[in-house]
T-cell receptor, first 112, second 111 residues
Framework: DGGITQSPKYLFRKEGQNVTLSCEQN?????MYWYRQDPGQGLRLIYY???????QKGDIAEGYSVSREKKESFPLTVTSAQKNPTAFYLC???????????FGPGTRLTVL | KNEVEQSPQNLTAQEGEFITINCSYS?????LHWLQQHPGGGIVSLFM???GKKKHGRLIATINIQEKHSSLHITASHPRDSAVYIC?????????????FGPGTSLSVIP
């Protein structure tokens, strides 16, 4: 079955540690996105990639980094520079920018 | 003022009731999306529309481009409809088709 997978579902890290969240899709989509969701707020775009080897900052990119070495993979690293990293992180993909986005199940990151 | 607003913020309904969730936006768009987020966090895309009305099962979505307003209706609501419903708008005059998400409406349908 085609879809998007994110792992792990729950992640705990100590303050000051970098952590990488995985996102894989087998939908053959060109565009991929990372969002952050906080209680009572809409999803906010962290980074997006419209094609392999290219990515752009979203609205809240500070403290995050990404790579897009393969079409199917778009990992997100939450660095120690991110002031408030505890949140729910969602990865999405679409066949092209502007098309309907398909979402992964999300990773809930808690920094202790 | 947020670019995408939803009302109500929270909604509790009895099973079988007709439900309406509203979305207003202030930016130019090429498409509007309705999404459903279940308690576990996963998000499912329900509708993408740019004009008129779409129907899927018990769900109906309408959009009025002139008034910059969309509604999501649920007929004969059921407890399994309990979820957060998110309105998102895409497109407009940006460097790419950026999607802006509303804050969501939390729906609880009680038996």
């Amino acid at each position: 079955d085609g879809g998007i997978t994110q792992s792990p579902k729950y992640l705990f890290r100590k303050e000051g540690q970098n952590v990488t969240l995985s996102c894989e899709q087998n939908l053959n989509h060109d565009a991929m996105y990372w969002y952050r969701q906080d209680p009572g707020q809409g999803l906010r775009l962290i980074y997006y990639s419209q094609i392999v080897n290219d990515f752009q900052k979203g609205d809240i990119a500070e403290g995050y980094s990404v790579s897009r070495e393969k079409k199917e993979s778009f990992p997100l690293t939450v660095t120690s520079a991110q002031k408030n990293p505890t949140a729910f992180y969602l990865c999405a993909s679409s066949i092209a920018s502007g098309a309907s986005q398909y979402f992964g199940p999300g990773t809930r990151l808690t920094v202790l | 003022k947020n670019e995408v607003e939803q009302s109500p913020q929270n909604l509790t309904a009895q099973e079988g009731e007709f439900i309406t969730i509203n979305c207003s936006y202030s930016v130019g768009i090429s498409a509007l999306h309705w999404l459903q987020q279940h308690p576990g966090g996963g998000i499912v895309s329900l509708f993408m529309l740019s004009s008129g009305k779409k129907k899927h099962g018990r769900l109906i979505a309408t959009i009025n481009i002139q008034e910059k307003h969309s509604s999501l209706h649920i007929t004969a609501s059921h407890p399994r409809d309990s979820a957060v419903y998110i309105c998102a708008v895409g497109g407009g005059k940006t460097s790419y088709d950026k999607v802006i998400f509303g804050p969501g409406t939390s729906l609880s349908v009680i038996p």
